[in-house]
């Protein structure tokens, strides 16, 4: 089968006061179920635009703490589910993504979940208890670069980053996680319909350029949450601009491991929350 479009002409009617009734087409982007398997168990399916996957896959065994590095991933096969096989509606095929990974990461996988089967539930943030947030990650090395990432420099990041977003420009509704150079220069830009996954596929795609760990940062459209601040500190990603404010917990969590946060990024302002870790 051939994988599911990233999206859809439809047909609709209607759109202005003069036009009540007119039929038209407008291009929505496409989500559908992606199933994550770590050799050969299902971990999780997420709702995602059906492009980049192999990235995605990557990224988020990366930033949930699944893999330590790349490398702990031995191999990546997607294939395209049919509906009726993946038990769902007609017309809603589904991709699956197997993942050959490392002993160890497997081993302390197989933990996790069995540590979460195991847990009262408190139904906080769709987790089984407390401790599942995992609101604190490692504290971030000092980077005497991080202050380079200034408010000339997140600006021209985001100014240039509608232009990359061909996706959105067709659909809408889409979101985008860029990463640029300490010039403020994009260098690469993944989307989705969710934020999370946009940022997911972009870690992965940094990742299998081995880029991560380089001087840069993260600009996102979207506001600055505790889950995309802990996704880019847990892969080492030290600096993070976003067009929307961030929450209160994005800063909190921000300021803990040293990530340095700018938020409400609109020229020609942008306000910086947390300053980020700089050597003594």
Known sequence: MLPPLSHRTVQVFGGTAD?????????????VPVALVFNGISHAVMMATPQDVEAFALGFALSEGILDAAADCRGIEVNTVAAAEAGLPAGVDAIEVQLEIS???????????????G?????????????????????????DWVARVDLPTVLRAIDALPAWQRLNAEAG?????????LEGELVAVLEDVGRHNALDKLIGTLARM???GEPGFVVLSSRGSHELVRKCTRVGIAALATISAPTAMGVHVAELAGLRLWGLCRAPRAVLYAAGAVPA
């Open 19 to 31: 036009a009540q009734g007119t039929a038209r087409h407008d291009v929505l982007a496409a989500e």
């Open 173 to 181: 509704a889409i979101h985008a996680a860029g990463w640029a150079t």
């Open 119 to 143: 847990r009262t539930g408190c139904g906080v943030c769709g987790v089984e208890s407390f401790a599942g947030l995992e609101l604190q990650s490692e504290p971030l090395p000092p980077h």
């Open 210 to 212: 081995a880029r991560l």
């Open 103 to 117: 002993t160890r990461s497997f081993e302390r996988l197989k933990g996790r979940r069995r540590s979460l089967a």
